[in-house]
């Protein structure tokens, strides 16, 4: 019922290995646990002006969830996690149709995640962009790692976008191309070529086409 709409899943990190194949190769992976999830609303464009499908994937303590959320998923589950993935066809699936990452995705799959990186909190300008810092020389024994000027010319204010030290990290990035190495049927793990931002638990959103 995938086949001919975007697939989708949602999983969490878990954590990054060496992976060997059976040709000798050795890949480094991210291994996520992906799955099982259900279908807790379809949108279309007649009823909601687009195409979407709403995921649940995880559980949590029934007395966490709201009033309003327990009435939206009924008898479906407490699921930890919602999320709601945008189609460019009407949805062929029905809610509570249940899958996993057998379902979906092979060895082989092009992917694309979506994730939260981990959050470094307040950070100066070399670590946060790469700056080079200043010479410790001339009685700049201090510089090493500021900033240096942010003004300067006739400008008599600091221009906007200037890169500062302040808050990094917490920001969702996407990644594209990612290659699916190995599927464990079984367990719902699977393997993902390469890193993917976040920290161990982090949710992680994996679609492709």
């Keep these: 019922m995938w086949t001919e709409i975007m697939k989708f899943i949602l999983g969490t990190k878990v954590n990054m290995m060496e992976y060997f194949s059976t040709e000798g190769e050795v890949f480094p992976v991210t291994v996520v646990n992906a799955g099982p999830t259900v279908v807790t609303q379809v949108k279309t464009k007649a009823t909601d002006g687009y195409n979407a499908v709403q995921i649940g994937f995880g559980t949590k303590n ?41 379902d ?39 510089s090493e790692r500021e900033h240096g000027s942010i003004g300067g010319g006739l400008r008599t204010h600091v221009p906007k976008g200037m890169r500062m030290a302040g808050r990094m990290g917490g920001d969702r990035i996407t990644q594209k191309n990612l290659k699916v190495i190995f599927i464990d049927k079984e ?10 931002p976040g920290r161990r638990g982090s949710l992680v959103e994996i679609f492709s086409k």
């Excluded at 367990?187 to 993917?196: R, S, V």
């Design 62 to 102: 029934a007395n966490n969830l709201s009033k309003a959320l327990k009435g939206h998923l009924k008898d479906l589950g407490n699921f930890r996690f919602l999320k709601e993935f945008r189609q460019d066809a009407e949805p062929t699936c029905k809610v509570g149709d249940n899958f996993n990452v057998a």
């Design 187 to 196: 367990n719902n793990i699977l393997l993902i070529k390469g890193a993917i």
């Design 104 to 142: 979906l995705f092979e060895a082989g799959d092009k992917l694309q995640v979506s994730s939260v990186s981990k959050g470094k909190g307040f950070q100066g300008v070399v670590k946060r962009h790469g700056f080079h810092g200043g010479p410790r020389s001339h009685g700049q024994k201090h």
